[in-house]
């Protein structure tokens, strides 16, 4: 029987990042995951580090948006019909969460670890030899009309009382930005503050590395084995069973699977999301990840080319692959910046673990001693991994944590 100080299930961005920062106090960690570090919803995102976060996205408010999302229409959202029965009580909650004053609350809670996120990646880049990955090139959010853009500026408002620098432009004032953009919008705003990176994959492994020169092991093992044994978790891995006195749940979109076994429940619903990969037309380049607004889709410079990613698409977790998104925004896409051909031949499916208001679960497991969640991060996991990690080890190591994790408690579902 091996034991170990904490083991953390799950080596996504998140759980890699906690189990690194347990290492980094001197702890011994585990990083349990069935499969290879990063490959999962961490691997296909859109890259962005997005410290300046003010609103999370919300349920829509106009008729005209519920509507064509409804006819199927909308290229920012798609759902399976058999799936809204199970999924109506999720809606609801973040509907009710999606309210004005609810959304500038939400704003004012997240902003404190929001604010650490990009340099909270700059440290365990410097120390993983990660930094080549990051670009601080802020990112670009364009809008075609004009009610889209005047719509901004609660955010524009609470951006100013938060001191979050953001620059208002003029298509040739995007233009200067990204000379390889058509103007096809009317407006662009530029967050500076932002980062990127080029592979979010090399950044887990990178992290995951770091963690085992640290003294970090890496083990094979499916997390739904972990049950208590006295006072100590243990779970079962390829190399035999494994006890700790602590143990942290970093699943991403399969935590229910295993809280669910422990009598914990969560309201963590998925919003599933596809990218593809595409080469650039000629020396057509983008220096950072570009929001087509309306459209609904971003397109980052990756290594492996030029990455479109979708919006929100409500489905089962495990349903095949319905990528019908794809036919909405090429059309556009091929309009904001020369799209070549495709660079692969797969289009990538993942699923953001999503709360209802938004806001991730850090922090300990109601009702049991030594267990640990860093689940829910949504739109946020890779922005928000070392974050948490940091927020979760100095929890854990009795620490007072860098930001009030009181937002982040479970028990607000209780
Ligand atoms: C299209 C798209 C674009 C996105 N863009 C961005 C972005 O630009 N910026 C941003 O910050 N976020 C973005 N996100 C969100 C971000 O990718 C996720 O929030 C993040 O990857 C979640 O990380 P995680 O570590 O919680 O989950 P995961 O990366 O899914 O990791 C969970 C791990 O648990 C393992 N696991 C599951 N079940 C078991 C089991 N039974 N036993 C053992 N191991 C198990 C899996 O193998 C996996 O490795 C995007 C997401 C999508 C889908």
Redesign the pocket.
Known sequence: MARTDAVV????????SVALHLARRGMSVAL????S??????????????GNTIFPPAFPSGVDSLVRIALKRASEANYHLSFLPRVLPWLLAFRQASRPARLVETARLIRPLFSRAVAEHETLMAEAGAKHYLRKTGWLKVYRGEKSFAALAPEFDLAAKFGLPLQALDPAGAHALEPSLHPVFAHAVFWPEAA?VSN?LGVTRAYAARFAALGGVVLS????SLHRTGSRWRVETDEGALDAAECVV?????SS??LATLGLRLPLAV?????RHFRAQGNASLAR?VLDAEAGY?V?PMEQGIRI??GAEFAARDAAPSPAQFDWIMPRARELFPIGERADEKTWL????CLPDSRPVIGRAPGHPGLWL??G?????????PATGRMLAEMMTDVPPFCDPAPYRAERFS
Request: charged share 15%; aromatic share 6%.
């Open positions: 299930l799950g080596a996504g961005i998140v759980g890699t349990v995951d069935r499969g570090v990063g490959e999962q919803t961490s691997y296909g995102n859109a890259g962005i580090i997005e990127s979010p093992g499916d997390a739904r970093a699943l991403g979109p399969w699977d295993l919003k599933r999301g596809y990218h990840p971003l980052t990613t979708t993942g699923s953001r673990p860093a689940v991060h949504a739109h946020w996991g890779l922005t928000l991994g």
